[in-house]
Nanobody
């Protein structure tokens, strides 16, 4: 059974940073594009970022561009999301996903094959 396990979520003050990790099991992540979306209470799913199999193509939502950085380590079967200058609007559950092809629009529409259980990020003073 394919599993994506996120970690790194926490409570952080505005302006702070977090690094989310996602490690895949029973899947060769290198064969898949990977990405992140978030879900806040009362809000729709928001695609955050995606990265192609070898990292040559990366996309970000406008809301996080310049503050978030996605990366991957195929040797470790993992993908990461470095989040800097966090603000309260970044609060939500962050999910890692994998699919043969990913786009920000596709993430927002739920167009992915595999999804983790999510990790909570709370930005509050």
């Amino acid at each position: 059974q394919v599993q994506l396990a996120e970690s790194g979520g926490a409570l952080v003050h505005p302006g702070g940073s977090l690094r989310l990790s996602c490690t895949a099991s029973n899947i060769t992540l290198e064969s898949y594009a990977a990405g992140w979306f978030r879900q806040a209470p009362g809000k729709e799913r928001e695609g955050i970022s995606c990265i192609s199999q070898l990292g040559s193509r990366i996309e970000y939502a406008d809301s996080v561009k310049g503050r978030f950085t996605v990366s991957r380590d195929n040797a470790d079967n993992s993908v990461y999301l470095q989040m800097d200058n966090l603000n309260p609007d970044d609060t939500g559950v962050y999910f890692c996903v994998a699919a043969p092809i990913l786009t920000i629009i596709g993430l927002t529409r739920g167009m992915f094959d595999y999804r983790g259980q999510g990790t909570q990020v709370t930005v509050s003073s």
